[in-house]
């Protein structure tokens, strides 16, 4: 696949600004080109490890790896491809414009979570009381995490027993509190 710029969809594009707007907008094309985050040397270091070698590594897993991991990995690799599509604004009276790629919404990409992350961040602000609290990480020991791999849903009983410990810790905790 080569990118959009190097495609003859860019060269039909370069044309039409040319005939439209001139020399001087081919020159702010290739400024906005050459600027987008996705050409910017060391920009999306995951996006690049895994376009390097994504389809090298991907056979040799392929067995072990579920079709939403594959589909997650496939368009956080093409996210912000302007081969993928683009979105162009144009002001209608200066004729100065924006070209940027379409992102996958994938939250395994590094870009895309960072919004996903930051919505889901305020959302959960919102929700929550002003008091003090506690975290807490339930985690699977190391020796059990194959059978949680092999049986997905074994995951809905370990739930479960979260869901329990919480349960008799806030059941614990009023007690006390009464004694």
Not at 20 to 37: A, E, F, P, Y
Not at 146 to 174: D, P
């Amino acid at each position: 696949m080569k990118p959009f710029y190097e495609s003859s969809d860019y060269t039909n594009f370069s044309k039409i600004l040319l005939s439209k707007h001139g020399i001087s907008s081919i020159d702010n094309h290739n400024n906005q080109i050459n600027n987008l985050k996705v050409n910017r040397p060391d920009s999306r270091k995951l996006q690049s490890i895994f376009r390097t070698y994504w389809f090298k590594l991907k056979p040799l897993i392929l067995d072990r790896l579920r079709p939403a991991i594959i589909s997650n990995v496939e368009s956080m690799i093409n996210c912000h491809n302007l081969y993928y599509g683009y979105l162009f604004y144009e002001c209608n009276k200066c004729d100065k414009y924006h070209i940027t790629g379409i992102s996958c919404h994938s939250r395994f990409c590094p870009s895309c979570n960072n919004k996903y992350r930051a919505e889901r961040t305020c959302e959960m602000q919102k929700k929550l009381l002003a008091v003090k609290h506690r975290h807490f990480v339930f985690s699977i020991p190391k020796e059990l995490r194959k059978y949680f791999r092999l049986h997905r849903t074994l995951l809905n009983e370990l739930f479960k027993v979260v869901h329990a410990s919480f349960k008799m810790l806030i059941q614990n905790s009023k007690k006390r509190k009464r004694e």
